[in-house]
């Protein structure tokens, strides 16, 4: 069994900054492939950041430039550095780790930019 925990959505004035937080436990004995991707209700999930098989990071377009994927020192452990906000990257923030055959998710943050 895995399990994803996000932490470290909130509100957010346009132009702050915010720091999520992932961390994927359970039944997982390498590094693997994890990512982070949003969701506005009513619209199809999509994605933000990832770090693919081979170790490369993938951004979306829309966020180049303002956000950062890192890991951290602990194993499955991921970070999203998020500067430059605007009220459009309101959305609910979800992690996945990829422990193959499958795929797993956290239950997301809410990041709301707003003034």
């Known amino acids: 069994q895995v399990q994803v925990v996000e932490s470290g959505g909130g509100l957010v004035q346009p132009g702050g900054s915010l720091r999520l937080s992932c961390a994927a436990s359970g039944s997982i004995l390498s590094v693997n492939p994890m990512g982070w991707y949003r969701q506005v209700l009513g619209k199809q999930r999509e994605l933000v950041a990832e770090?693919?098989?081979?170790?490369?990071?993938n951004y979306a377009d829309f966020v180049k430039g303002r956000f950062t994927i890192s890991r951290g020192n602990v194993k499955n452990t991921v970070y999203l550095q998020m500067h430059r906000l605007k009220p459009e990257d309101t959305a609910v923030y979800y992690c996945n780790v990829e422990v193959p055959p499958n795929v797993y998710w956290g239950p997301g943050t809410q990041v709301t930019v707003s003034s």
């Open positions: 770090f693919t098989n081979s170790g490369s990071i």
